[in-house]
């Protein structure tokens, strides 16, 4: 009897623990799956028709995804405009004038609420929408973790200290990643998002015009687009990746081992250092760079506001639910 007793203890036990994960907001694929079942099928048609119309959005919203976790995590802080006398993170530096897609994310919600009104996150929405550029562009997909609500705030001064990427040693590079909870690994296989997209002059004009790490016919190719006097030329565009821009695939790391890394962030990943073995493997294994790059999105998208920070699920994402 005693044993059928502490048997029944132990279920109620388990029964409350998953109760209690479930309540404290434990991420998981299937969290929209009775609240919003056709969330990820509406994400998907409205992305497909934002890249019909113009590819290079599948990176934009990868990118804009990247900035919105880094910054008190996955929280969709990254889509607060200024209002009034809130700031917010889209007038940092990193951010000002280069992420882009915040109407599309704005449709995306704006189709979500037909069907789900004010039960889905724009931080989820975020990251559905960049899982889903990366897979419409060719590369892998997999399950998001979702259950992420919005900030209530956004952090400035974070955005400019954390998203700031340009100058840095690859030591420095790898620490500012071990603050977030990834790995070199992870770092070196979430940078692999730069096989789609492109980037301003004002971003790799140094590393064009003084690096000592890159292939002489590729700086000159890039200095035709991209003068060495500034402010000349800031905004042109340039591939991150010289050989697929728009494709998703492992030539980035084919370009890096070729010296052709367009930014120095980039090429600080092969140049002598710890990551060079790594890089090369990727480059040779195609399977082994999606895999990762998905283990390190995964981990990544599971980045939470600090504890004690206000959230809600935004009925506007572009502003603080009045």
């Not at 939470?304 to 009925?315: K, L, Y």
Request: charged fraction near 20%; glycine fraction near 8%; proline fraction near 5%.
């Amino acid at each position: 009897m005693a044993s059928s007793s502490s048997c029944r203890t132990w279920h109620c036990l388990l029964a409350l623990f998953l109760l209690s994960s479930a309540a404290y907001g434990q991420l998981s694929p299937s969290f929209y799956a009775k609240s919003c079942p056709k969330l990820e099928l509406i994400v998907r048609s409205t992305m497909t028709k934002a890249l019909l119309a113009e590819r290079r959005m599948g990176a934009s919203l990868l990118r804009l995804y990247f900035h919105d976790c880094f910054v008190q995590g996955c929280d969709g802080s990254i889509l607060l405009d200024d209002v009034g006398s809130f700031v917010g993170e889209k007038t940092a530096l990193p951010n000002g004038n280069t992420v882009r897609g915040y109407e599309v994310i704005d449709e995306i919600k704006k189709n979500v609420e037909l069907v789900c009104p004010g039960v889905v996150s724009c931080a989820d929405i975020t990251a559905l929408a960049a899982r889903d550029g990366v897979f419409l562009l060719g590369g892998p997909s997999w399950a998001v973790p979702l259950g992420q609500r919005d900030s209530a705030t956004a952090n400035l001064n974070e955005a400019n200290s954390d998203l700031s990427v340009t100058s840095l040693s690859l030591d420095v590079l790898i620490a500012l990643f071990a603050k977030k909870n990834l790995s070199p690994r992870d770092l070196t296989a979430l940078l692999g998002a730069h096989t789609i997209g492109f980037s301003q002059c004002a971003n790799f004009r140094d590393h064009i015009y003084n690096g000592t790490d890159i292939d002489p016919a590729f700086a000159t190719l890039r200095k035709r687009s991209c003068p060495a006097q500034a402010p000349d030329g800031d905004g042109n565009l340039a591939p991150l990746d010289v050989q697929t821009q728009l494709i998703f695939d492992n030539a980035y790391y084919h370009n890096l081992v070729a010296k052709r890394g367009l930014l120095s962030a980039d090429q600080l990943l092969f140049n002598g250092g710890s990551q060079d073995a790594l890089v090369r493997q990727y480059a040779a294994n195609p399977e082994l760079f999606e895999s990762d790059f998905v283990t390190a999105m995964i981990k990544m998208g599971s980045l939470s506001p600090p504890s004690g920070t206000p959230t809600e699920i935004r009925r506007n994402c572009r502003v603080v639910n009045s």
